[in-house]
């Protein structure tokens, strides 16, 4: 049987001073040079190449296993008033994730600073972020969306714009992301990723092929108006949903 073909990112609105794109997850943001390992498609360089406008820029990115919705900036003039919504905190981001354990709670605000965890014998990943009394402040809001069989679909939004900062806060309250190789149950998946890949033997264990966390609304103002895009869960996070129901 012929595999299907990979999901390539697709235009959710066009407006003469940006694109609103959904990003597949396990797509990059924007290119990095890896060397040696296998390359990585970007969102960025997909877009330049199908539009032709070698302008298109990013304001704000994606981990690379994150899917959803991604701006592009046409020209510099939109880049520097992305900027300026971005830094003033007026791009509003719903999140949804689905995570292992089901809380007791409805809604919950969690505002706990972040910072580098540090590297030592309980961390051998560089880049894994934890609440630490000396870490930038960080404010995410949740709410319980449903509960089935030990799991939980939960929409975040972050009001503030810290490294992992969805990942690293559901850690903290216990309630891991399914798939999530860094912020997840068994804390050196990560090093045996880069090491193996993505075997079906890490998959099967870690719930999903990537981290279960999809970016699923975008508003900001611009022009005088408000612009408003929503994705849909994507079909990999949809089925371990419903899966969950049986």
Do not use: C
Request: zero cysteines; aromatic letters at 6%.
């Amino acid at each position: 049987m012929t595999a299907p073909a990979p999901e390539k990112p697709r235009v959710v609105t066009e407006h003469p001073d940006f694109y609103i794109v959904h990003k597949p997850a396990l797509w990059l943001t924007h290119r990095v040079h890896r060397g040696g390992r296998a390359e990585v498609p970007d969102v960025v360089g997909w877009m330049q190449r199908e539009t032709g406008e070698l302008d298109l820029s990013p304001p704000h990115r994606l981990d690379r296993e994150t899917s959803g919705l991604l701006v592009l900036s046409r020209d510099t003039e939109a880049a520097r008033r992305f900027f300026t919504l971005f830094k003033t905190h007026l791009v509003g981001k719903l999140y949804r994730a689905v995570v292992r354990g089901t809380p007791d709670w409805e809604r919950r605000t969690v505002d706990a600073p972040l910072g580098d965890l540090g590297l030592g014998a309980a961390n051998r990943v560089l880049m894994r972020q934890a609440v630490v009394p000396d870490g930038r402040p960080a404010v995410t809001d949740f709410r319980v969306l449903g509960r089935r069989a030990g799991h939980a679909l939960i929409e975040a939004h972050p009001r503030s714009g810290r490294l992992h900062q969805i990942r690293a806060h559901l850690f903290h309250l216990g309630l891991p992301l399914v798939g999530d190789k860094i912020y997840g149950l068994e804390r050196d998946a990560f090093l045996e990723f880069i090491a193996t890949g993505q075997t079906p033997e890490l998959t099967a264990r870690l719930g999903l092929e990537r981290q279960a966390l999809h970016a699923a609304r975008l508003a900001f103002p611009w022009a005088g108006a408000q612009v408003v895009a929503e994705a849909a869960l994507p079909g990999d996070m949809q089925r371990l949903w419903d899966r969950l129901e049986h």
